[in-house]
């Protein structure tokens, strides 16, 4: 009879172990991708995914509704809720619950991301895809995205659409948020105490965005809202 080493042993149990392991992901409907595995992607699975680009990192998730040489597309919906009450009425206590409608709905919103500079992290894979419709265009509609997020210095910076390509830049709005304080007068001038009598107004305002497509992280599009689906009544 062979009798095998303690160290043999081992070896023999560890690549059972590795053996099971792909088995079990499997039947839970996950399976395991390679990190940094872009070229072999399923439409219709859905996918969860690592943007990094100039020391910037972001994380987005959805299925997969479009796959080209440079953009992977990933799908979200999410619902949304929109409340409206009727004029006065609305407002009067005990009464105003009675008067007030409810939009409920759904929002969906393509995310293009840069193939490049992706990685996979996640995947689920559907096997029913009958409710499944790839996305025809191949590109962007710039002039209907309503968000960009891109790197610019390790950070995450954003802008707002609409926006027009010229070449590898985009030109879009940037929302900049400045605070300016105002002195009262003659308590405001006061020596040491004026900054007490001071006061401090927040202006928003728009300005022109110029920043490179090779910098982009995500692309973000609205596909449709469904509903809303009013309700009559709404309780507090």
């Known amino acids: 009879m062979k009798v095998h080493s303690i160290g043999e042993r081992f070896l023999l149990v560890f690549w059972l172990v590795l053996i099971a392991i792909p088995v079990v992901g499997q039947e839970a409907g996950i399976t395991a991708v390679a990190p940094t595995d872009v070229s072999h992607l399923e439409l219709g699975d859905d996918y969860q995914v ?8 972001a994380r987005f998730s959805g299925r997969l509704v479009q796959m080209t040489h440079e953009w992977l597309v990933l799908r979200m919906v999410s619902e949304c809720r929109n409340e409206q009450g009727v004029p006065v009425l609305s407002k009067v206590p005990y009464v105003k619950r009675h008067f007030r409608n409810v939009g409920i709905g759904r929002t969906t919103t393509d995310r293009w991301v840069p193939r490049a500079a992706t990685t996979v992290v996640g995947r689920l894979i559907h096997e029913d895809k009958e409710d499944f419709q790839q996305l025809a265009t191949t590109q962007p509609t710039w002039e209907q995205v309503t968000r960009v997020e ?3 210095a390790g950070e995450i910076a954003h802008c707002s659409g609409p926006l027009t390509l010229e070449g590898t830049t985009l030109h879009g709005m940037k929302l ?3 605070e300016m304080e105002t002195p009262l007068p003659i308590l405001g001038q006061l020596p040491g105490f004026g900054n007490l009598f001071t006061t401090t107004e927040v202006e928003l305002r728009e300005e022109t965005r110029e920043l490179a497509l090779e910098s982009v992280l995500v692309v973000e599009e609205p596909l449709r809202i469904v509903g809303p689906e009013s309700v009559a009544l709404e309780l507090e």
């Open 50 to 57: 690592v943007v990094r680009r100039d020391g910037a990192e």
């Open 176 to 178: 900049v948020c400045e």
């Open 150 to 152: 891109y790197a610019e």
